[in-house]
């Protein structure tokens, strides 16, 4: 069933991305963080999962020269270890990518939700709300997606109790209202988190000379920041 409410559906950023698992049974020995390589036209980075487990990722801007790489798993392996190699990324993250297991999806398009079409889109109607990934797709460099899903549940959970509360109304339109007072909670976080995570791979995938520049010389502080700002955020409590 369609319910007609919801912002526009999602755009395409222009980026696609794919990723894997890594096993290490006696261990891989990186340490407790995440390895990011960014400029060249991709971004890749390495996070440990485990002490034997290892997840990778790779995005990039596709274009008719990748040739067949996306025909299947060996090709796009093959493809994003060429890349790599060529931006002289460290021999254990080539590692990680050429023991990983991608699994049966070859690549996935990365796709957002315009932050013009939350400003003016209906996150809730009557009885009916959207959430999660109904509401704030994003491309993945915050890694906010999932986080950003608590934070409604929270949210939703915090208006609705309160019209249930003592003394609040628990009709329809007691309803109607704590679903509103939720929308106007979550739209202009919405829009932060969608716009910052575009704008972060935008600028850290960039091969574009000017972009390098100020983002090697001056943005990469800024950057670091806004992914830290972006997950220092505080929804209240239920």
């Known amino acids: 069933m369609i319910l007609p409410i919801g912002p526009a559906l999602p755009i395409p950023s222009g ?38 487990s290892v997840y990778w990722n790779y995005t990039w801007y596709p274009s008719p020269a990748d040739g067949d790489a996306e025909e299947s798993v060996g090709k796009m392996r093959r493809y994003v270890l060429a890349k790599l190699r060529d931006a002289r990324i460290p021999a254990a993250a080539l590692d990680v990518v050429e023991r990983g297991e991608m699994g049966d999806v070859v690549s996935s398009p990365l796709r957002f939700r315009s932050p013009l079409a939350l400003v003016r889109g209906s996150i809730s109607r009557g009885g009916v709300c959207v959430a999660g990934d109904a509401l704030h797709p994003m491309t993945p460099e915050l890694g906010q997606g999932g986080c950003a899903a608590l934070e409604d549940g929270v949210v939703l959970a915090r208006c609705l109790g309160e019209a249930f509360g003592a003394g609040g109304d628990r009709g329809h339109e007691g309803v109607k209202a704590a679903l509103e007072k939720y929308a106007e909670a979550r739209r202009w976080r919405s829009i932060q988190l969608i716009t910052a995570a575009y704008v972060v791979g935008f600028v850290q995938q960039s091969n574009n000379a000017v972009i390098k520049f100020l983002r090697d010389r001056f943005l990469s502080g800024l950057l670091a920041k806004t992914l830290v700002a972006m997950a220092d955020y505080d929804c209240g409590t239920l």
């Not at 020995?29 to 485990?50: A, K, N, W």
């Open 15 to 52: 980026r696609s991305a794919t990723r894997g698992l890594a096993e290490y049974p006696a261990g891989h020995g990186f340490g407790p963080e995440i390895l990011q390589f960014i400029g060249e036209g991709f971004r890749s980075g390495v996070l440990p999962c485990s002490d034997t």
